[in-house]
């Protein structure tokens, strides 16, 4: 008998790139941010989750208002699952270069 077991997955850095790892959609914010919500909805499901298990999302950008301009593709994805998951959104300087 488990009395408070709990599963947690931990996922970090999932970006807009392909299953070799290579950079997608170039100057393209509204695809990338598609693309970087399938591939954590693609490890979620591999460990028999979805966007309903995330109870947070940090988003990092080189560019706010361009991504602000896009979040109705977060809120059609998470509103499709019924949830709401807290969320910052932090501006940096730059990204790490991918590849």
């Not at 979040?71 to 300087?93: I, K, N, Q, W, Y």
Request: some cysteine.
């Amino acid at each position: 008998m488990l009395v408070g077991a709990n599963r947690h997955l931990i996922c970090a850095g999932q970006t807009s790139v392909d299953a070799d790892g290579n950079p997608q959609h170039p100057g393209d914010m509204r695809n990338q941010v598609a693309l970087a919500l399938d591939n954590l909805e693609a490890v979620l499901n591999a460990a028999g989750m979805g966007l309903a298990n995330v109870i947070r999302l940090n988003v990092y950008t080189t560019d706010v208002d361009e991504a602000v301009s896009h979040f109705d593709v977060l809120g059609s994805r998470f509103g499709h699952a019924e949830v709401v998951p807290p969320m910052t959104l932090l501006g940096v300087a730059r990204t790490p270069c991918l590849r």
